[in-house]
């Protein structure tokens, strides 16, 4: 079983940045996917990114060129770089690995 607590959220300006961490509780699980998700306030949740086996790194249209995401195993810790952040990105973006979701980390974007 694995835990995961995302950190990093905060309130930026737009046009400006903000780097997620999502840390697992278990490095058993560290060659696991990792997925970001987000959720804005009334609408359902989406997907953002993922790392998927091997290299395969897949991003949502409206967050590619703008968002990046790594990970480091050696600290069960996956990333997401999030510029030039535009006031829609505006949500609480989840991590989800090994099964796990983690409470959310908040991001507000503004005008």
């Known amino acids: 079983q694995v835990h995961v607590v995302e950190s990093g959220g905060g309130l930026v300006q737009a046009g400006g940045s903000l780097r997620l961490s999502c840390v697992a509780s278990?490095?058993?699980?560290?060659?696991?996917?990792w997925a970001w998700y987000r959720q804005a306030p009334g609408k359902p949740r989406e997907f953002v990114a993922e790392f998927r086996s091997g290299a395969t790194i897949n991003y949502a249209e409206a967050v590619e060129d703008r968002f990046t995401v790594w990970r480091e195993n050696a600290k069960s810790t996956a990333y997401v770089q999030m510029n030039k952040l535009k006031p829609e990105d505006t949500a609480v973006y989840y991590c989800q690995h090994g099964g796990a979701w983690g409470q959310g980390a908040g991001v507000g974007v503004s005008t």
């Open positions: 278990n490095s058993e699980f560290s060659m696991e996917p």
